[in-house]
């Protein structure tokens, strides 16, 4: 969610009575999680609702979350949106399509592993590095990615995430990495849990049985697939 038109593209349930707007709460670093009007920052996952008319997503964002890196002004990786919303949202999708377009036809990979990239790809992981790893195991075993958290665990062995921010320092990059394999609900325990149909692996068990819907994409959850992530 560190791309600013991908966390307007999460308000499209907005209640349209409210009296901020999608795009303030995306440039102040907030995705929609609902119910109601909650929203999370992608930074430091602080949750605000309850806005009301004169209420300023920056300025609230900075005074119950002081500490968040992303209000505070520092390298975070934030990417922020192009002039015009509807640039934004052609590029995101551009920047999929192209390369999915690109990669089928080069490997032809079976319908059940384009789910699954595209699901990665979804959770903002690095398009080059996904299908560097996908690359490397039609290589090296001449098989396919059938789970999404088997493909983000060769995602992150890799590095990809330190190969694609080299303003970090290392101890910057490890936490990240760290980051990235917790709970984005409880922020404490590793993810674990797969939803269906929507295939994202962002949750802990404890958390996935008090959830209805997907926090990422909103889509609601017919069933809860637990994973392990070597």
């Not at 409210?18 to 996952?45: H, I, K, M, N, T």
């Not at 303003?167 to 917790?182: D, G, H, I, M, N």
């Amino acid at each position: 969610m560190r791309n600013e038109a991908r966390r307007l593209r999460t308000f499209r349930q907005w209640p349209a009575d409210s009296p901020v707007s999608p795009q303030d709460l995306a440039r102040a670093g907030f995705y929609y999680l609902g119910p109601g009007d909650e929203v999370r920052c992608f930074c430091c996952s602080g949750i605000l609702k309850d806005w009301v008319p004169g209420d300023c997503p920056v300025a609230e964002h900075r005074k119950y979350f002081p500490s968040c890196k992303f209000i505070r002004g520092e390298p975070v990786g934030n990417q922020g949106m192009p002039p015009h919303p509807q640039e934004a949202a052609d590029a995101v999708d551009g920047q999929v399509v192209k390369s999915l377009k690109c990669f089928v036809s080069q490997a032809l990979p079976c319908l059940e592993e384009l789910i699954v990239v595209c699901n990665v790809i979804a959770m903002d992981f690095d398009v080059v590095s996904v299908f560097r790893a996908v690359e490397n195991k039609h290589t090296t075993t001449g098989t396919f990615y059938l789970s999404e958290s088997e493909l983000i665990a060769d995602v992150l062995k890799a590095g990809s995430t330190a190969e694609n921010e080299p303003w970090l320092s290392t101890e910057e990059q490890l936490k990240r990495l760290q980051e990235q394999r917790l709970c984005k609900v409880c922020m404490d325990r590793d993810v674990s849990i797969v939803f269906v149909p929507c295939g994202h692996l962002v949750v802990c068990r404890a958390c996935a049985f008090n959830l209805s819907f997907c926090p990422i994409c909103r889509e609601p959850i017919v069933d809860r697939v637990r994973t392990f992530m070597s």
